[in-house]
């Protein structure tokens, strides 16, 4: 009896994919290929490290909302409904075609968002679409960003951080020295390259940042706006820990303790601080601004 409940009930997980499966076909021959190519090539980087957990954690959260895909089957969708999914459709696919021709990341994996969105208009409608908003939107977070947006939000993120550490640690008595983005500790010389930055620190955090507000559900509105804004400043700070910890261990452990292992250490570190940073904020609001009740919060 238990080997027939348990076999009905993966048959009752799987009955979605017996009007679906054209569509989950469609998605893997586009984006299958798409992913083989991150897999083996800008997932690989520091900065973009953080583009397979966006993937899992976006399909995860579909997987739990599985069920409006076998919702009521007389509810069909209306024809607004319709005609706004053919067009995000043919709009994601244009820009699929687009990107995948010319090799423009942006296009390419960005498209997946319009072309899902799409498909869930069509086949299921509005419905759907709000049951797995959140999971669309998170797959943003997948998008490499633009290279002018890079270049121009970089630099000045380097000065800040540059000047910063050398403030703080000239005030802690250590023999520091700036000129530009290099910092001059000692007989020891650190430039804060593009990767010390923190931007992409900042757009990977920020998407841990909404996912951890998304699943913990805060009835709150004050205080989830308020960890919103804070991520960024966070994640900001976290990466100037980062640069001045790498500056010590260069002055007190050599070039060579900077440049290795403890390089690569502090860039977890630097993620891990700026999580905490989040908790611990969220945890000394929970204080100020408690969370009530469901019933009395949807009321």
Not at 26 to 38: A, D, E, N, R, S
Not at 158 to 177: D, F, N, R, W
Request: one cysteine or more.
């Amino acid at each position: 009896m238990n080997t027939l409940a348990s076999r009905a009930s993966v048959l009752d997980a799987l009955a979605p994919l017996r009007t679906w499966w054209p569509v989950v076909l469609g998605l893997l021959v586009l984006y299958v290929p798409t992913y083989w190519m991150l897999a083996h090539g800008l997932w690989n980087s520091e900065e973009q490290a953080h583009g397979p957990i966006v993937l899992v954690v976006a399909l995860f959260l579909i997987w739990q909302r599985r069920a409006v895909f076998s919702g009521d089957a007389g509810v069909l969708p209306t024809r607004a409904e319709v005609a706004t999914g053919w067009a995000l459709l043919a709009i994601g696919l244009l820009a699929y075609a687009l990107g995948r021709s010319q090799d423009i990341l942006l296009f390419e994996v960005g498209s997946q968002i319009p072309v899902i969105l799409g498909a869930l208009l069509i086949t299921l409608g509005t419905r759907a679409a709000r049951a797995l908003w959140f999971a669309l939107f998170f797959l943003i977070f997948m998008i490499p960003l633009p290279g002018f947006i890079v270049d121009a939000a970089t630099g000045p993120l380097k000065q800040y951080i540059s000047v910063i550490a050398e403030h703080v640690l000239y005030a802690a008595g250590y023999p520091i020295a700036r000129s530009g983005v290099m910092l001059t500790v000692g007989p020891y010389q650190l430039l804060v390259a593009d990767a010390c930055s923190g931007l992409h620190s900042m757009f990977s955090l920020s998407a841990m940042g909404l996912l951890y507000l998304y699943l913990m559900q805060r009835t709150s509105i004050t205080r989830n706006l308020i960890i919103m804004a804070a991520i960024l400043p966070i994640a900001f700070a976290a990466n100037v820990v980062r640069v001045m910890v790498l500056v010590l261990v260069t002055y007190h452990l050599g070039d060579e303790a900077g440049q290795g292992f403890l390089h690569g250490f502090a860039g977890i570190m630097l993620f891990v601080i700026g999580l905490l940073f989040l908790f611990v904020l969220d945890w000394l609001l929970g204080f100020i601004f408690p969370d009530r009740p469901r019933a009395q919060a949807q009321a």
